[in-house]
């Protein structure tokens, strides 16, 4: 039986890397995140306890929101709260 010929191997194209700089891919958060991040918890906490212990007396959280003063008080403090949570997601 006749012996089949084997085939020559080919070489592929491999492009050339360029020598230039690389980007090396930054792993962690950014160093303005967990101030960031923990001001607004700390800011979003002390604004519905202010607003809860002298709310009445301090003339701009007593003109917000008219007949929802309350309601919307304690939901810029959750604002705040909710945007620290938010950027605690992002933090590595």
């Known amino acids: 039986m006749p012996e089949s010929k084997r085939r020559k191997r080919e070489t ?3 492009p050339e890397q360029s020598k230039g ?7 962690g958060s950014p160093s303005w995140l967990p ?10 906490l002390t604004y519905i306890v202010v ?3 002298a709310g009445s007396s301090i003339p701009v ?3 917000i929101g008219g ?4 309601l ?11 945007v620290g949570f938010i950027l605690s997601t992002k933090w590595k």
């Open 61 to 63: 959280m007593n003109s």
């Open 12 to 14: 592929r194209y491999v």
């Open 51 to 53: 607003f809860y212990i």
């Open 72 to 82: 919307v008080n304690v939901g810029i403090g959750f604002g705040f709260i909710i």
């Open 21 to 27: 700089e690389r980007k090396v891919a930054r792993i």
């Open 35 to 44: 101030p960031t991040m923990v001001a607004c918890f700390v800011i979003g």
């Open 67 to 70: 007949s929802l003063n309350a």
